[in-house]
């Protein structure tokens, strides 16, 4: 399949593209530390929040240790600085099978396709560190932007519609994390740029996924919802942000040009 034709239902569901103007800031040799560590933290959100899901919504307390004991290594890493990035790849994989809750409503196929996501974002996470290295780009905490908390803020409080809101939410963050690679990967070098185009597939299916479970455990029409939330995520996308980071919004300097 085509990138383009990859790109065309992501596309369609997102209410904006990117700005050009993100695209020129992030293109700047200056700006691809900070483009790589938060795409780095990005991975690793991603599969906590997928984790997350697993934990609170499918899973026994059992299997929910044996899902924290495969994020530990990569957590370890990041928030204590410990460990050998290197040793990261022979760390990604469950040690226990998972099995949902007796009482669970949602069961193995939201296990199954949170799995595969959690495996793919940690292994991306685990190759972005390869770049870094190659790239001689230390580690170093930043501030997070603004996208992710403006969009879970809106979640619902009681259930199952807050799950079916987060479960859009991380539909619309992997549908535009493929947007901007696809946006980036033509004006950064080509060993980044393979990298950013060979991402696409995952994170295309990982919107599809989130997508798919949130319809099926709705169980009724969320079409108002997946509206409600694709204008505020096209808001954060277009309006002004001051810090420039993978997911932010236009840059503030770009207002004053």
């Given at each position: 399949?085509?990138?383009?034709?990859?790109?065309?239902?992501?596309?369609?569901?997102l209410?904006c593209?990117?700005?050009?103007?993100?695209?020129d800031?992030?293109k700047?040799?200056?700006?691809?530390?900070?483009?790589?560590?938060?795409?780095?933290?990005c991975?690793?959100?991603?599969?906590?929040?997928?984790?997350?899901?697993?934990?609170?919504?499918?899973v026994?307390?059992?299997s929910?240790?044996?899902l924290?004991?495969?994020?530990?290594?990569?957590?370890?890493l990041?928030?204590?600085?410990?460990?050998?990035?290197?040793?990261?790849?022979s760390?990604?994989?469950?040690?226990?099978?998972v099995i949902?809750?007796?009482d669970?409503?949602?069961?193995?196929?939201?296990?199954?396709?949170?799995?595969?996501l959690i495996?793919?974002?940690l292994?991306?996470?685990?190759q972005?560190?390869?770049i870094?290295d190659?790239?001689?780009?230390?580690?170093?905490?930043?501030?997070?932007?603004r996208?992710a908390?403006?969009?879970?803020?809106?979640?619902?409080?009681?259930?199952?519609?807050?799950?079916?809101?987060?479960?859009?939410?991380?539909?619309?963050?992997?549908?535009?994390?493929?947007?901007?690679?696809?946006?980036?990967a033509p004006?950064?070098?080509?060993r980044?740029g393979?990298?950013?185009?060979?991402?696409?597939?995952?994170?295309?299916?990982?919107?599809?996924?989130y997508?798919?479970?949130?319809?099926?455990?709705?169980?009724?029409?969320?079409?108002?919802?997946i509206?409600?939330?694709g204008?505020?995520?096209?808001?954060?996308?277009?309006?002004?942000?001051?810090?420039?980071?993978?997911h932010?919004?236009?840059?503030?300097?770009?207002?004053?040009?």
């Amino acid at each position: 399949m085509s990138t383009q034709s990859l790109l065309l239902p992501i596309l369609s569901f997102l209410k904006c593209e990117t700005p050009q103007a993100w695209v020129d800031e992030a293109k700047k040799k200056e700006n691809l530390d900070i483009v790589l560590i938060d795409h780095l933290i990005c991975e690793l959100k991603a599969a906590q929040s997928a984790m997350f899901l697993i934990r609170k919504y499918a899973v026994d307390k059992q299997s929910a240790n044996a899902l924290l004991a495969w994020l530990e290594p990569f957590e370890t890493l990041i928030y204590k600085r410990e460990g050998d990035w290197r040793e990261l790849p022979s760390k990604n994989k469950l040690t226990k099978s998972v099995i949902p809750r007796s009482d669970s409503k949602y069961g193995q196929d939201l296990i199954d396709k949170m799995v595969v996501l959690i495996k793919e974002e940690l292994h991306h996470f685990y190759q972005v560190l390869e770049i870094m290295d190659e790239y001689g780009v230390e580690y170093r905490s930043i501030t997070p932007c603004r996208y992710a908390k403006g969009m879970l803020r809106n979640v619902k409080t009681f259930e199952p519609d807050a799950m079916i809101d987060k479960l859009i939410v991380g539909a619309y963050i992997e549908a535009r994390s493929c947007e901007r690679f696809a946006k980036l990967a033509p004006h950064v070098d080509k060993r980044l740029g393979d990298f950013y185009i060979s991402l696409l597939r995952s994170e295309a299916r990982h919107y599809q996924d989130y997508l798919a479970l949130a319809e099926q455990i709705a169980g009724k029409d969320i079409a108002d919802r997946i509206k409600f939330f694709g204008e505020l995520e096209a808001e954060l996308i277009l309006t002004a942000d001051e810090d420039f980071k993978f997911h932010s919004g236009v840059p503030a300097c770009s207002f004053n040009d």
